[in-house]
């Protein structure tokens, strides 16, 4: 195996590693702190990290050298994703919720096809189709179990897939330090916005978890 190929598998090892340990915690909070909080100090934690990334890799000029407008949309795309995906934790036991988040690959394989032009053959598509049978007997509708919260975590993972095939675009142009500080930017940006606008229309609470997760006032953290 080449050695850009173990590095690879590595990062993306400790990746998913860090998503984790970040779910277990967005999932402890989801309770007692509203959902554009958590998104906040997550996105401020992590500014001065990808700043010190992008001076490292690029230089702190590739930010106003980049073609923008594709960066923000699929940042704005990432923004609605992880705002469905996390306002599914409050709702559904964390193994599902993930579960569920984790049909990603089946939308990816789905549209690399018409959105990239991959050509995917017979055999990947009967997978694809079974995978998504799979995700039907995990969501049980029309049973008296089905959970509504359930189809956050699926358009979260629609959502995520469809950003994953333009990074694959935008990759052969940008750099992923880059890309991750747009992201990064919106979801700060998109968390004060949001937040504004509940508190704006004075919106407070709600009955469902998912809904109360989100529109929840802000507190001040322990």
């Not at 809904?211 to 953290?221: A, D, G, I, N, T």
Request: proline share 6%; hydrophobic share 60%; with cysteine.
């Amino acid at each position: 195996m080449h050695p850009s190929t173990r590095l690879g598998i590595l990062h993306l090892c400790l990746g998913v590693l860090v998503f984790s340990l970040q779910d277990a915690i967005v999932k402890r909070v989801s309770g007692a702190y509203p959902l554009t909080q958590v998104v906040v100090v997550r996105s401020l934690v992590g500014l001065p990290i990808l700043l010190a990334l992008v001076q490292h890799t690029v230089g702190w000029r590739a930010l106003w050298g980049a073609d923008v407008g594709p960066l923000l949309w699929r940042a704005l795309i990432l923004f609605v994703s992880y705002t469905a995906y996390y306002m599914a934790f409050p709702a559904l036991p964390l193994a599902d919720a993930v579960a569920l988040y984790f049909t990603v690959p089946l939308f990816v394989t789905a549209l690399a096809g018409p959105l990239l032009g991959e050509r995917v053959g017979w055999r990947v598509g009967w997978a694809v189709l079974l995978g998504f049978v799979g995700v039907l007997v995990m969501l049980r509708p029309g049973s008296g179990l089905f959970e509504p919260a359930a189809l956050l975590s699926l358009l979260s993972a629609a959502l995520y897939g469809g950003s994953q095939l333009m990074a694959r675009r935008l990759g052969t142009t940008q750099v992923a330090a880059v890309m991750s500080f747009y992201q990064n930017a919106v979801f700060l940006a998109g968390a004060l916005a949001l937040a504004a606008l509940l508190q704006g229309l004075g919106i407070h609470d709600a009955a469902h978890p998912s809904l109360s997760f989100l529109v929840r006032p802000w507190v001040w953290p322990t």
